[in-house]
Nanobody
Framework: QVQLVESGGGLVQPGGSLRLSCAAS????????MGWYRQAPGKQRELVAR???????NYATSVKGRFTISRDNAKNTVYLQMNSLKPEDTAVYYC?????????WGQGTQVTVSL
């Protein structure tokens, strides 16, 4: 069992930056692939970025070059650095942990990009 708690969301102007954090507890963090997903109103949840146990990363096309996912296994934390934010990045952002068939989600943190 893994518990995930996101933080760092908020309101930011277009072009601004935010860093999301996801603190994990309850299991061996380093054995899980970690990801960030987002869900905008009226839309399906989508993958934003993912980082494997070994540190390999992949990104949604819409955020490549603007967002960076990283993990600190010593702190049991995964981060999402978001730069050059756009209004279309507005969504609830969820942290995800995955290992084999087990999958866990955080409660989500709201990111709003607006003037």
């Amino acid at each position: 069992q893994v518990q995930l708690v996101e933080s760092g969301g908020g309101l930011v102007q277009p072009g601004g930056s935010l860093r999301l954090s996801c603190a994990a507890s309850g299991s061996i963090f380093s054995t899980y692939a970690m990801g960030w997903y987002r869900q905008a109103p009226g839309k399906q949840r989508e993958l934003v970025a993912r980082i494997s146990r070994g540190g390999s990363t992949n990104y949604a096309t819409s955020v490549k070059g603007r967002f960076t996912i990283s993990r600190d296994n010593a702190k049991n934390t995964v981060y999402l650095q978001m730069n050059s934010l756009k209004p279309e990045d507005t969504a609830v952002y969820y942290c995800n942990a995955q290992k084999n068939i087990a999958e866990y989600w955080g409660q989500g943190t709201q990111v709003t990009v607006s003037l």
